[in-house]
């Protein structure tokens, strides 16, 4: 566990940057430090490792004062990972990894082994170990800083803005690998960036800061988008809040019983929209078949907008079903990928009014269960 207590950091031009921050970041999490930009969150992630002297108040790491540790040596035990990742240019990714272990004094081999360890946790292979920086892409450099920050095993990484130079599709990948590492690891991370949905989707715990260092809120990101604290942090996690929430509600919704079509089956003209799905059972998308029938192929198949896994938090099932053709959202085995039926937006809203009750199963309106008949259309 992390804890600032009172820390107070004022540069040696008048700059206040962080002032009076109290905080205890909880140990084996990834607590993230959001907020615009100049508002004293590299300084506070700084202060952790000693690369910047607090003015005043104090930093525990596991009740100990990081102030009565060597700074040198209290460095090396702290993952640190920066935005460009830092690589030295004329090293190989292998020889960048082993920096950290051949400065903690450990000898070649076991430095090797461990980078080597460290350069496959995140993803890369024995070949690109032997590349040079510029023979990867800047996702990839980012993951060899990762690598290097865990080579030394440390219970705690600080990351500071650290996918904010890649590209989104590489950053969300970036992301998931993150939170892979740290629940394969444990270990305790503190992260800064100044996107308010990076902070939401990766922190366990998220502190809202602004300027001057102050703290808005500390909170789980469902609290922060539930209950913000005031105006500052309510215009800071975004207008649609509300429907970023439902990203962390969980609801019971049972899936209503939906036939499928395989590919080359017939389908009655007039049956509705019908989930055509491959041989192997696996969903392909909907077949509008209100005024046509026949054989089903693949050019009668539209693809789905997105497709929900059983027991996701509200926001993926309703976005399943908003973003179907037949307004049926697919819900699939989060294991094999199968159809598990389907939900419609309105099951989600239900369940969602009925969630904070005790007994939530008043969910399951009857009256809209009669109806599924109606709506279901049998596989020929
Ligand atoms: N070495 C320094 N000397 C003087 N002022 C500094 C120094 N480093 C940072 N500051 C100032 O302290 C304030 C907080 O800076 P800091 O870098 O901690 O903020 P930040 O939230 O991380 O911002 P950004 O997202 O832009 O990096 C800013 O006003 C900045 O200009």
Request: glycine share 10%.
């Amino acid at each position: 566990m992390i804890r600032f207590d009172s820390v107070t950091k004022t540069y040696a031009d008048g700059t206040t940057a962080v002032e009076d921050l109290s905080l205890e970041m909880p140990r084996g999490q990834i607590t993230v430090l959001v907020g615009p930009s100049g508002c004293g969150k590299t300084t506070s992630l700084r202060m952790i490792n000693r690369m910047v002297e607090p003015t005043s108040g104090r930093i525990l790491i596991n009740d100990r004062d990081v102030g009565d540790r060597p700074a040198a040596q209290l460095r090396r035990s702290i993952g640190y990972v920066i935005q460009h990742a830092g690589l030295f240019p004329h090293r190989t990714v292998l020889a960048n990894v082993m920096t950290v272990p051949r400065l903690l004094g450990w000898d070649r081999a076991r430095s090797r082994a461990a980078a080597m360890e460290a350069i496959e946790k995140v993803g890369l292979t024995a070949q690109q170990a032997g590349r040079y920086p510029s023979q990867l892409s800047g996702g990839q450099q980012q993951r060899v800083g990762v690598a290097r920050a865990l080579s030394s095993g440390p219970e705690l990484m600080l990351m500071d803005e650290p996918f904010s130079a890649v590209d989104p599709i590489v950053r969300a990948e970036l992301q998931d690998e993150l939170r892979r590492l740290q629940d394969e690891l444990g270990i305790t991370v503190v992260l800064v960036t100044h996107d308010i949905d990076e902070a939401l989707t990766l922190g366990d715990m998220v502190a809202v800061m602004r300027y001057g260092g102050h703290l808005a809120q500390f909170a789980t990101p469902a609290d922060l988008l539930a209950r913000p604290a005031d105006d500052f942090v309510a215009s800071f996690v975004g207008k649609d809040r509300g429907y970023r929430a439902l990203g962390f509600a969980d609801v019971q919704v049972t899936p209503r019983h939906e036939s499928t079509v395989r590919l080359g089956e017939a389908v009655p003209a007039g049956s509705g929209w019908v989930l055509a799905v491959d041989d192997t059972g696996m969903p392909l998308g909907w077949a509008d078949a209100r005024s046509w029938g026949g054989p089903l192929t693949e050019d009668r198949v539209r693809r789905f907008g997105s497709v929900a896994r059983r027991g996701d938090s509200a926001r993926n099932l309703l976005d399943a079903a908003l973003s179907s053709p037949s307004g049926r959202g697919v819900v699939v085995d989060e294991d094999d990928g199968g159809v598990v039926g389907t939900v419609l937006a309105d099951d989600v809203l239900d369940a969602l009014a009925t969630s904070g009750a005790p007994g939530g199963d008043a969910a399951h309106d009857p009256e809209r269960s009669g109806a599924d008949a109606d709506r279901t259309v049998e596989s020929p």
